[in-house]
């Protein structure tokens, strides 16, 4: 693994990709963030050697090098997921490539259904903590020491310094950060009402099927992290509505822009 995160890593140095600041994992419906850098490269995620290509259809699919101020940016447009079949060491093979480029923290967001009530579609909610349901985690096996510690500490996974300068931006932009603990889920279907009871009853305020395998290698790698939320739907088991992908793809695009320029600001 380590030796194909170094071919990787010369091959980006190689297409112009220097040390960066700060890395970026884009959500599903969430691309406005790009108009936000002074772009230098745009290289496709198929190109890449060692990458996996998305294969849904709302994730672009490119990894972007750019400037906001005086600040390098690496973006991924478009993230990898357990329910596409993918492994976890795949699924976050780019924040540890991110890491070799020099990425010292990292921003991530994602479209996620409300189990919390008093969460509305659009609002916007700092991960605090997390849950992690999937059937495993990018950990498991061997460790390898160049990376990481063999048992990385978890108490603060979300560090509250970035989560501060988010809420700030926030404010400066007239928008209140939520905040709550997100659960990660296999998918890529939506859950039951049973299954949003259960969520509840554990202490889940929103739930989604990322994030939060990059929360851990970022942990793992020792990158600080913040990841933001935007609650696509409200999953009242008692009065669930059925709701499509193209709805969540459009709530999260509506929330797109007010995400974006926070993230830009607090960079």
Do not use: W
């Not at 999953?235 to 974006?260: R, T």
Request: include cysteine; hydrophobic fraction near 40%.
């Amino acid at each position: 693994m380590y030796e194909k995160i170094k071919e990787t890593e010369n091959f980006l140095r190689g297409k112009g990709m220097g040390n960066a600041d700060y890395g970026i994992v884009l959500g599903t419906g969430l691309n406005q963030f790009i108009t936000h850098l002074k772009i230098i490269s745009t290289i496709p995620y198929s190109e890449i050697p060692h990458f996996p290509v998305s294969t849904v259809e709302f994730h672009k699919g490119n990894l972007i090098y750019g400037e906001i101020g005086k600040k390098k940016v690496i973006s991924m447009q478009g993230r990898f997921h357990f329910y596409e079949g993918y492994s976890f060491q795949q699924i976050v093979f780019p924040i540890r490539v991110m890491k070799m480029l020099g990425v010292k923290n990292l921003f991530l967001s994602n479209a996620a259904g409300g189990i919390n009530l008093d969460f509305k579609k659009g609002d916007l909610v700092l991960i605090d903590d997390h849950i992690n349901l999937l059937p495993g985690n990018p950990l498991i096996g061997k460790n390898e020491d160049s990376f990481g510690p063999g048992f990385p500490d978890m108490s603060q996974p979300y560090s509250l310094e970035l989560q501060q300068q988010l809420k700030k931006c926030g404010l400066s932009e007239k928008v209140i950060l939520k905040k709550g603990v997100y659960a990660a889920v296999a998918g890529p279907m939506l859950e039951t009402p049973a299954e949003y009871r259960m969520l509840k009853n554990i202490g889940v305020d929103m739930v989604g099927m990322s994030t939060v395998p990059e929360v851990i290698a970022a942990n793992h790698l020792g990158l600080q992290c913040a990841a933001v939320s935007v609650i696509t739907d409200e999953c009242d088991p008692d009065n669930l509505k059925p709701i499509s992908i193209e709805e969540i793809i459009e709530v999260a695009g509506k929330a797109d822009k007010k995400l974006s320029k926070i993230f830009a600001d607090a960079i």
